[in-house]
């Protein structure tokens, strides 16, 4: 310990599904752009949409007009039906993510992963202050992917959390603990990072609806609402308080994918499309494992019927699997255990019992002997 005061960055890649997608298709800059819903097939206006899809991302023009990341297709349509919907490549927000991360790393020695468009970055030991940091930080993003990121630099990770939305797209905020009164408290509470929409209407029903209404609460008031544990925390974050330290190397305990389906899919009738939906989960899963460095033990898979009923099955394996073909052939087991008689909405697949790919050995193949094929059961 230095005995400096902690300097916490949150960086955030802006709108960045979109952001990668406008790289290739620089004519779309400025306009309204919406990606997810179909996995190929060239831009399309929104209007011409028809499913179920929800939306990955989109761009700050289809913001301005109500659209935002998880709003159903067909809803965001309604709001913005001039708007172009893109097809999502996975591969290549992928390769957008390695390599902003790969840039951060020549500004700071390590940083918290919090997925694939955002990471927290302990400045505290750094010799330069926060703004020249900050700075060296987005034009080093910029130049590995020609991308622009958000950073919010505070004493702690859940203010930088909310900094880092403050000046977006292309912002650096900078806050220390003086500020809270002036930029924290007159913003709803539902800018916190674990005050979820549930949340938000309990303190709405208690008159709390700014961040400095639920500060100059009582605790022991949150604490009967909202419990010991969760009522104590809504009174620390409140006043910006968060002492918890960045964890630079994660310990995943289960790794998933899923898919929710444009329109029920049987599978009878659209079996080779659920083949498909199949092998390419796997794929995925084994890319995921490999970047990780692990192997899966247990196999479970999810599928949700066309009328909300969703079934899980798990299988524990007798040694662990990293391969695409392996965790195929232990889905295909999972599958033969639930009722592929109906439509199906949805179909997952989730890795569990993860250990270090150089602890163990996969053996190949486990069930290709209870049936040869490469599809469903």
Known sequence: MTGRPRRIAHLDMDAFFASVELL????????????????????APLKAYRGRGVITTCTYEA????????????????????????PADFEAYRRASRAFKEAALTVVPAFEDRGIDEIYLDLTDLPEDSRTLGLRLKAAVKAATGLTCSLGITPNKLLSKVASEFQKPDGLTILGAEDIPTRIWPLQVGVINGIGPKAVQRLETLGLITVGELAAAPRELLVDQFGPAYGSWLHEAAHGRDDRPLVFERDPKSISRETTF???????????????????????????????????????????YQDFHTVTRDLTLEAPVGSAGAIRDAARCGLRRVDLSGSLRLFGIRLGGLQPRDQVAETPSLFRDVDGGDDLP
Do not use: F, N, Y
């Not at 306009?31 to 060239?42: E, I, Y």
């Not at 494992?289 to 899966?296: H, N, Q």
């Open 24 to 43: 290739s298709r620089p004519e779309l800059r400025g306009r309204a752009v919406v990606v997810g819903g179909r996995r190929t097939g060239d831009p």
């Open 63 to 86: 913001r301005a007009l109500g659209v935002r990341s998880g709003m159903g297709l067909m809803k965001a349509a309604a709001l913005a039906p001039e708007a172009l919907l893109l």
């Open 262 to 304: 444009e329109r029920d899919l049987h599978p009878r009738r659209d079996r080779e499309r659920l083949t498909q939906v199949l092998l390419d989960l796997c794929d995925r899963l084994a890319g995921d494992l490999a970047r990780k460095g692990v192997m899966a033990r247990t196999v479970g898979i999810k599928v949700r």
